[in-house]
Structure formats: C-alpha cells, structure tokens
C-alpha cells in the first residue's frame, strides 16, 4: 500500500477487473474523503430536499392513481350532465337529423 489516491480506491473496491475507476462511482481516498466530484449514495450535494425526499421510487404509480381519479370524476360529471332531459332531447334531435339526412 503506498497511500497514493489510487490504491484508496483499489481498497475501497471502486475499481475493477480491467484496472480503471467504475466512472460515475462514489469513491473514497484513502483518508475517507469523498474524491473525483463524486457525493455519496443520496447525498443532493445541499441543493433542494433533503436526502430522504430525493427517492421518487413509486412516483408515477402515484401519478397515475391521481389521473385516474380525475378522469372517473370526470365520467361521473358527464353522466350527471347528460342524464338531463335538456341534453336527451338535444342529443336525441342530433342522431335523429343525422339518420333522416342520409337519405
């Protein structure tokens, strides 16, 4: 061991079979410093949340049951709308001109 930046990362387990860095890895020298501009896993490097919000795991799931929920409220507005005699009739007077003008 000759205390060099490259054998802390030799003994931290950074590199691998062919002798270079695994590139975009966290490393350590060999004092414990975080080198080569890489932050520790879930470190956001003090810009916006915390560490523990920076996880969007299960996000679109999340997004997704949001948007299904608005196009069911949605459906259910329709439903209401088009249950009213007002919109039968105008509906009904619009497939009624439609078929009779074919002909």
Do not use: C, H, Q
Not at 9 to 28: D, L, P
Not at 60 to 79: K, N, P, R, S, W
């Amino acid at each position: 061991m000759d205390g060099t930046w490259t054998e802390g990362i030799r003994r931290n387990g950074a590199e691998r079979g062919n002798g270079a860095a695994r590139e975009g890895a966290a490393r350590r020298d060999g004092l414990g410093r975080w080198r080569s501009g890489a932050r520790p896993p879930g470190d956001r490097g003090g810009v916006g949340l915390p560490a523990g919000f920076g996880d969007e795991e299960g996000s679109a799931t999340a997004e997704y049951a949001i948007a299904t929920m608005a196009a069911v409220g949605f459906a259910g507005l329709l439903v209401v709308i088009l249950k009213g005699d007002e919109v039968r009739g105008i509906l009904t007077d619009l497939v009624t001109r439609a078929l009779t003008s074919g002909g």
